[in-house]
């Protein structure tokens, strides 16, 4: 058994069943005589769950991966070149890529039974967003074998200190040693060095303007799709009550009509009333006549 292959079987499961597959993988390393790969076996760190989900996105979603690595390299080198309308345009895509991968990390996750909250999602789009800005983070990614998320300040290159399994399985960048000169040379060097030192200071103050916008573009897509909900709930809302409205308006019609005719009818009663109470009078008197009459009889 190679500790590496190992490596990959581990991290492609889900995470509940890593602790105890990595138990038993290193139980069987040792029970074949080998106590050293056990003891690497048991060292290899459970993943989080957004670095899990991550590495399931690289294994399973990698069109939307490579959308973010590519857009991340345009990104690169339109900043090299000062192309500050394709920075603009490139700026501009980048939501809509990270939101992609994000989504299709989510959607791998719980196709494979593991839910992705919304504080493992940030961090997923963290570490996304790491990979667009650093090539080394996002040669992290690729690896498959990330055990914590990234992030980025749009200025320094990504730590990676302890975010891969095995810290093989990232390539490692030799630095070359200067070779002697003489001092015209070592004066052209200098020189040199200086305006590298100068163009690297122009370059940060740059990231840092465009980390900057990045922050306010993002803030304001935010704001943007709050007021975007607002103005949905606000126009559901007006076309509720504006049913409601209509709906009391036709009930109020009714209403009046109802009290009219009621009006009326009391005033018809009133009417009957008065001519039944003359009637009833007219006959009283003419009952009193006659019963006057009567009496009068011998």
């Known amino acids: ?36 790969l056990a003891k690497q076996i048991a060292r290899l760190p459970k993943p989080s769950t957004a670095a899990w989900a991550v590495n399931m996105l690289v294994r399973h979603g990698t069109k939307e991966f490579a959308g973010v690595v590519e857009l991340g390299a345009s990104l690169g080198r339109a900043q090299e070149q000062q192309d500050h309308d394709r920075l603009r345009t490139l700026g501009q895509q980048r939501p809509r890529v990270l939101g992609a991968a994000v989504e299709q990390a989510r959607a791998v996750a719980e196709g494979l039974g593991v839910k992705v909250s919304g504080a493992a999602a940030m961090e997923i789009e963290a570490t996304l967003r790491a990979a667009m800005t650093d090539p080394a983070a996002a ?35 030799e630095v070359g040693k200067e070779e002697p000169d003489d001092g015209g040379q070592r004066r052209g060097r200098a020189e040199a060095k200086r305006e590298r030192a100068d163009s690297e200071r122009q370059r940060e103050k740059a990231q840092a303007a465009l980390a900057e916008a990045e922050r306010n573009a993002d803030k304001a897509d935010l704001e943007l799709a709050q007021a975007e909900r607002e103005k949905s709930e606000a126009v559901r809302r007006s076309e509720r009550l504006a049913v409601e409205v209509k709906a009391a308006k036709d009930k109020l019609a009714g209403l009046q009509q109802e009290l009219a005719e009621t009006e009326w009818a009391i005033a018809r009663a009133e009417r009957n009333r008065k001519l039944a109470v ?5 006959e009283r008197r003419t009952a009193d006549t006659a019963r006057a009459r009567l009496e009068g009889l011998p």
Do not use: C
């Open 278 to 282: 003359r009637l009833a009078g007219k």
């Open 139 to 173: 040669t992290a990614l690729r690896s498959g074998q990330l055990v914590r998320s990234l992030a980025t300040n749009g200025l320094e290159p990504v730590d990676l200190s302890g975010a891969v399994a095995i810290a093989g399985a990232l390539p490692v960048v």
């Open 1 to 36: 058994m190679e500790l590496a292959a190992i490596a990959v079987e581990l991290y492609t499961l889900v995470p509940s069943a890593f602790t105890a597959a990595r138990t038993a993988r290193a139980k069987e390393a040792k029970s074949a005589g080998d106590p050293e």
